[in-house]
């Protein structure tokens, strides 16, 4: 059960590494005005799946949470791209990529792991990232205190994501058709802030289309993926295979030709990888075991 979960996880990070390439497309659109769009993509697709798989009580399990639940979900799925929107408003886009990448770090030292291993491995998955930020160039731009609340949005994107997923340990038993709500939820915020602060763009079809995968794969599957991933799976491996994403996205827009291959994307690859076969290696995984389906486990003892 425990590894087929993590597996689970680990293609959320396959999708979420197409994220880059797939908005490609549509970056002329307002970036809440497409958050709104792509999650109510990914709601239809809860709703979807809920009639098709769900049984008689599916719709009142995933709906009737207790609170913390919906703050929790809410607070992660929104919360996160807010952050995120707003730090790149404020700050260099390199540094934003470099500072929010800490939520992988996070996790493996928020869910408990504290071997060396597991730690050392993450850390190389961080060096991995900043190596690749370097080779996209850009990491000569000095830190100024103007940023200082691009940098702060950034890091406060990183712990809302970490405390996120590690605070999914926790709801064990909450239905991952939950889900659901949470992007529905997402939408209408995402929706309302892009009526307060944008101006509407119509969409051209190719636009529409590019949501629509959007809101299909890397901002809807994904999450769904994640949710059982980190509920059920090893969490702090799949901290550290998180930084798999930038790599996997890095050589995806290498193979359509958006990026070139360099040095440090080499060296990014081995990192990485490295990281993630010390993390994955029987010193480095947890010896507590989960009480029950109920209860909190050792593995998400913190909170954000």
């Known amino acids: 059960m425990k590894t087929r979960a993590t597996r689970w996880g680990c293609v959320a990070i396959g999708l979420w590494a197409t994220l880059a390439w797939l908005s490609t497309s549509a970056r002329r659109l307002p970036p809440f005005q497409l958050l709104a769009m792509t999650f109510a993509v990914a709601t239809a697709l809860g709703f979807a799946r ?12 995933a709906f009737r949470q207790p609170r913390r639940v919906w ?15 707003v730090a790149l408003a404020k700050a260099p886009a390199v540094h934003v990529s470099l500072i929010a990448y800490l939520w992988p770090l996070l996790i493996v030292v928020l869910s408990g792991a504290r071997s060396a291993r597991a730690l050392t491995g993450a850390a190389m998955g961080l060096c991995g990232v900043v190596l690749l930020v370097a080779a996209r160039g850009g990491l000569h731009a000095g830190v100024r ?15 809302t994501w970490a405390g996120y997923s590690v605070s999914n340990r ?10 659901t709500g949470f992007c529905l939820v997402t939408a209408l915020l995402g929706g309302a802030v892009h009526a307060a602060t944008e101006t509407t763009l119509v969409p051209t079809p190719h636009e529409i289309a590019s949501a629509v995968a959007l809101g299909l794969g890397p901002v809807g599957a ?7 991933g980190t509920k059920h799976g090893d969490l702090p491996l799949l901290g550290v295979l998180s930084y798999a994403t930038p790599l996997l996205s890095t050589l995806l827009l290498i193979a359509t030709g958006a990026a070139r291959v360099s040095w440090s ?40």
């Open 50 to 61: 809920m009639a098709l798989f769900g049984g008689a009580n599916a719709w009142t399990s």
């Open 71 to 85: 703050l929790v979900g809410v607070g992660g799925l929104f919360g996160f791209h807010a952050f995120y929107f």
């Open 145 to 159: 205190p103007e940023h200082a609340a691009g940098y702060l949005a950034a890091l406060a994107c990183a712990f």
């Open 170 to 179: 926790r709801f064990v038993t909450v239905p991952v058709d939950t889900v």
């Open 222 to 228: 994904a999450f769904f993926l994640w949710d059982h």
């Open 265 to 304: 994307i080499a060296l990014a690859c081995l990192f990485i990888a490295g990281g993630a076969w010390l993390a994955s290696s029987k010193d480095a995984r947890p010896r507590s075991a989960p009480r029950s389906a109920g209860q909190a486990t050792p593995d998400a003892a913190a909170r954000p």
